[in-house]
């Protein structure tokens, strides 16, 4: 198997090349996919957090919403609106479509014997399913009068407690722009047993904004922020580009597992949350973590390295974008899928007209790749590439299913309005994927 994959990596950089200067060209690994849905109205109607979860008997959830100023005209037949389940029985071949739903920024995930949807009306919301996504229960708060934040980000399983974080906005001294910079993640604990559709069987983590953590005008030496934009203001770099303040947003979850690694806790009680870093910049995540306390709360503060100084940035291939992490068992490897820049440096003033918003922004092309401590990153292949500019692949999920991994993306074609706002969700399936594996064996 390690054979095969250096001779793979090898043939994709074109070492193996007759020419001595031969263009380098990598096939993508699942370019291929199935539209799962498709917008009536592209240049209104937009496809947003696409979502995947795998059931303990084999099923698929497959979910999305909606966005634009016309996504309320979208009609369905079972349920109310603008967000959407499907499942698929036969490894992602056919989906059906089982209910649509009113709930933002949402995942779907397994807890003991039932499956629930949480995210947010401005406050957090969840939704539950005894019948694996056929039918699904009423929708119940989690919190009164607050507003929250996130994606359709991963969950982490540690005994018998399920983990997921979604960011509070704090509503601090932003006035305007993009305010992510207010944004604090929260870890969420709930026992897998329990029922968890009442408050009382979740436990909510500190909270620390990131505005609070980071004083971005005291940062110096790697280029963060990259414009000149600092809290609590926003801007326009060139003519419809803006940028607000540096922050975090869209946070996963893992726990360290490696007992040498520097930031492994013998005691089990650490997490670490790696969340999108928004610098203006490319190449970047942020990380925090919480501690679960031995009084039972959790306590989110910030990474320190062995010199004792802190860690709120990281580098990490597409940290600029919203990734997704998986942990995989069998190669002891977390798996990375992100969103590849290529080029960052072109002058905001420079880039073309169908270019989206500021030089870091790009959304076209899906990648993988694996690490064995969440620092040092090794790439694995391309997963897919839009057609054009605005026909992105970006914003995707993912699940392992036996040998393969599944991913839902949010995605646009030809008519896309942008690559921001897409008319499609693509379902993807990348085949053996431990076979891209080129560090070690496995068993």
Not at 125 to 134: A, F, K
Not at 253 to 272: E, F, K, N
Request: charged share 20%; aromatic share 12%; net charge neutral.
């Amino acid at each position: 198997m390690r054979i095969k994959s250096l001779l793979t990596l090898a043939l994709s950089l074109g070492i193996l090349a007759n020419t001595s200067f031969a263009q380098p060209k990598i096939t993508p690994l699942a370019n291929d996919c199935k539209v799962l849905y498709r917008t009536s109205d592209p240049q209104n109607i937009y496809c947003y957090d696409p979502g995947l979860c795998l059931c303990p008997n084999g099923r698929i959830i497959a979910s999305f919403g909606l966005g634009g100023k016309k996504a309320g005209t979208v009609k369905a037949e079972k349920g109310s609106g603008k967000s959407f389940v499907y499942t698929s029985d036969d490894h992602g071949q056919t989906f059906i479509y089982r209910k649509n739903f009113s709930m933002t920024h949402f995942r779907c995930f397994v807890a003991g014997e039932r499956l629930y949807f949480l995210g947010h009306q401005g406050d957090v919301v969840i939704m539950p399913s005894d019948d694996w996504g056929e039918t699904w229960g009423e929708t119940v708060k989690l919190t009164q009068g607050q507003t929250w934040h996130g994606s359709a980000m991963n969950v982490w399983y540690k005994g018998d407690y399920v983990y997921l974080v979604l960011e509070r906005r704090t509503e601090q001294d932003m006035k305007k722009g993009w305010k992510v910079s207010e944004l604090a993640p929260v870890t969420m604990r709930a026992n897998v047993n329990g029922d968890l559709t009442k408050r009382e069987n979740w436990t909510f983590a500190s909270e620390l904004a990131f505005c609070d953590a980071v004083k971005d005008k005291d940062l110096e030496f790697f280029g963060v922020p990259f414009f000149n934009v600092f809290y609590p203001e926003s801007q326009n770099i060139y003519p419809g580009r803006g940028c607000s303040a540096i922050g975090w947003l869209e946070t996963n979850i893992v726990q360290i597992m490696d007992p040498d690694h520097y930031w492994y806790d013998p005691a089990g009680r650490t997490l670490h949350m790696f969340m999108r870093a928004h610098t203006g910049g490319t190449g970047y995540a942020c990380m925090a973590k919480v501690v679960e306390m031995t009084d039972g709360t959790m306590k989110t503060m910030l990474e320190t390295v062995p010199s004792g100084k802190k860690m709120a940035f990281l580098p990490m291939p597409g940290g600029q974008m919203r990734f997704h992490l998986l942990y995989d068992e069998p190669t002891k490897l977390y798996w990375l899928l992100s969103t590849q820049a290529t080029d960052s440096m072109t002058r905001a003033e420079k880039l073309p007209s169908n270019r989206y918003n500021l030089p870091n922004n790009e959304r076209r092309r899906l990648q993988l790749h694996f690490s064995k401590n969440m620092v040092d990153w090794c790439f694995a292949g391309l997963v897919a590439v839009g057609p054009v500019e605005q026909a992105s692949r970006h914003y995707a999920s993912m699940i392992i299913d036996g040998d393969d991994i599944h991913v839902l993306s949010r995605s646009g074609d030809e008519q896309a309005k942008s690559a921001h706002d897409g008319n499609i969700v693509t379902f993807h399936t990348v085949k053996n994927f431990r076979d891209l594996v080129y560090l070690h064996d496995f068993d």
